[in-house]
């Protein structure tokens, strides 16, 4: 069974950064696009960026010039790497794929992803 993993979340200041880090186990996902969400409390879940299999990128305004999304598919993991965090980008970051659509643009939509990881916490303190 294939599983995504999310890690390096933690508490920061206002300024820092964290790199996230979802690895993937079961599977090689260097054919699947992987894209990063977040969701903060009370609020719906939302596209941060997305990497496809063959390393187009996608990034949502509000992290534009701030993060930068990578995968490293010898290690089965795609990155996140945050900077010049704020205090609005606390949130649980999920990443997520649709294994079932290998080669295939999915874009910023939650519902065009079917297989999510349990997520981890990114807060960012003023």
């Known amino acids: 069974q294939v599983q995504l993993v999310e890690s390096g979340g933690g508490l920061v200041q206002a300024g820092g950064s964290l790199r996230l880090s979802c690895a993937a186990s079961?599977?090689?996902?260097?054919?699947?696009?992987i894209g990063w969400f977040r969701q903060a409390p009370g609020k719906e879940r939302e596209f941060v960026a997305l990497i496809t299999w063959y390393g187009g990128i996608s990034y949502a305004d509000s992290v534009k010039g701030r993060f930068t999304i990578s995968r490293d598919n010898a290690k089965n993991t795609v990155y996140l790497q945050t900077s010049s965090l704020k205090p609005e980008d606390t949130a649980v970051y999920y990443c997520?794929?649709?294994?079932?659509?290998?080669?295939?643009?999915?874009?910023?939509?939650?519902?065009?992803?079917?297989?999510w990881g349990q997520g981890t916490q990114v807060t960012v303190s003023s």
């Open positions: 079961g599977r090689t996902f260097s054919n699947y696009a």
């Open positions: 997520a794929t649709d294994l079932d659509q290998p080669r295939r643009w999915l874009g910023s939509r939650t519902y065009d992803y079917k297989h």
